[in-house]
Every structure is written in structure tokens, then in C-alpha cells.
């Protein structure tokens, strides 16, 4: 069992080309059949514009975001839930002032 | 893709014995390859105590919980992670005044 404030994993700061101000948490065991990360993207910052065989799973935990999928965008709160199928172009872009926060899972097999 | 605010998602009530106040709301698409879904706790609620094959990761939301795991208990706020690992006993107590809501996902083998 594990039972920790999120704040208390280890903290990385992805270097793939095209992110910008993002730090990441990863939340589950290495015994678990998926993994939960906790995402902080600064204002001004963005994830990668990427794709890969793997989905996101997203709930978001506070701030302001757009989020980039296919040839579509959507603007995010707290409180929203968004899906990224496989092989899909997507990029999480900050929108506000303030730090915008998502838990973003991912299937074991990425 | 899908992009849609957690609160708009069909709420259930579930019915097993033991449950008491609890209302659950299924965020991912039938295609995703594991499950997340939105528990809200009622004060003087609970989930069951049981146990079952599968795992559970849990990100709390907001307000105060009581989680059982096994012979242990843990109390947790917003910004906790939880790992019940399959087949221990487990059961989430809201212990506060306050709403419990959290996130819990399961593999999709459940």
C-alpha cells in the first residue's frame, strides 16, 4: 500500500524539445497496472505538441488551460475531464495567471 | 477525444451493502484501457469495507478522509495519493464536515 501527499514524490522537469516550464510527479507504485502523474505547467508554459501510441487520461486540478487535440482546442478548469486517444497530436498549454495543475494517467505499456 | 466538465458525467448511487452517502461518477470512454471515475463521500458517509482483485489509485480532491487498508488507517486532505494494492481490504470513511471527493481509478480487467 502507499499512502503520500502528492507534493512529497520526487519532483522531474521533462527536457523533451517544445516543453516549457512543466515539472511532473509520478504517483503509482512501481507494482501498479497504470500510472497517475501530477503535472504543474507554469504561466507561459506548455507541454510538448506530441504523439504517441499510448491515451491520456486528464482531470484537472486547478488553473487555466487549453488543451490541444488533433485539429481541435478546448479551453479547461478545475474539474474537467479529458481523454486523448493513442496516436493522437495533442499539447496542454497554461491559459491563466496561475500555475495550471492536471493529473494526467497513462496506461504501463508507454 | 473527449473534453467534459466531471460534473456532467451520469451520477451513480451505488447500492452494495455497506455504502452509505456515496455518489460516483464514470469519467472515461469505453475505449480507454483503464478507469477513472469521481467518488463524493457524504459527511457520515462511507464506502464498503471490502476487498477485490483489482487495485485502486486515488488522488483526493477535497475534504477529509479516513482510509483503511489492511490493518492500517490513514487520514488524508487534498493533494493525497493512495495505492490499495488487490485483494487487501480497504474502505474510504469521510471523517470531516465537508464533502470527501476523490478520484479513484481501477484497471479495466475489474
Not at 8 to 30: A, I, N
Request: proline share 9%; glycine share 10%.
Amino acid at each position: 500500500m502507499l499512502v503520500k501527499r502528492a507534493k512529497d514524490f520526487e519532483e522531474v522537469v521533462p527536457q523533451e524539445p517544445g516543453v516549457k516550464g512543466v515539472r511532473m510527479r509520478v504517483l503509482s507504485p512501481d507494482e501498479g497496472s497504470f500510472v497517475m502523474r501530477v503535472f504543474e505547467v507554469e504561466p507561459g508554459g506548455n507541454t510538448p505538441s506530441h504523439s504517441h501510441p499510448w491515451e491520456h487520461q486528464v482531470y484537472v486540478l486547478s488553473g487555466r488551460g487549453r488543451v490541444f487535440i488533433g485539429n481541435e482546442s478546448f479551453e479547461v478548469e478545475e474539474g474537467f475531464f479529458v481523454y486523448v486517444p493513442p496516436n493522437v497530436p495533442h499539447q496542454f498549454v497554461n491559459a491563466g495567471e496561475g500555475v495550471f495543475r492536471f493529473i494526467c494517467a497513462i496506461p504501463k505499456v508507454s
